[in-house]
């Protein structure tokens, strides 16, 4: 099984910062290990939003020296390209084919007005698998956990 990190920036990244986050992903990910042992890994920035790091533990789990080290990378990523990586508060939507962020405490006020719907796609980068990845990273908004938050 595949352990899944979904990091979320906050501002649209340009092709080129994707094309060199690209890079830099390949650089760590060629070495990151834990206690010694090499991580069987791949990386994607997709939506030039969302950085996504996998492990596949059934080669060798993650330690956490290892996740540490993915960190530390990571906080690296937000302060060479001045984004943040790390909000949790900030979700990600999808609106005419295009990504869009919201503030967690406007959603109920944008779902009232109309601007979104119990259809509206959203971003759940909570996911900690590559299944879940696949099957609940994009979900409509009336089965996301923040729905509550919508319907106060």
Known sequence: MSRVWVYQSNRRLSDLEVASISNELFEFTQRWAAHGAKLTTSYDVK???????????DMT???????D?????IKGIEEKYHISLFDRKSIALMQN???QLAPLHELSSLFK???LTDETLIFNNSVSTETELKNNWAMPLKQSA???FVIG
């Open 47 to 57: 939506h030039n939003y969302f950085i996504i790091l996998k492990v596949d533990e």
């Open 61 to 67: 789990a993650a330690s956490g020296c290892s996740i």
């Open 69 to 73: 080290d993915s960190v530390k990378f």
């Open 97 to 99: 084919g295009k990504i």
């Open 113 to 115: 007005s109309g601007s």
């Open 146 to 148: 923040v729905y509550r």
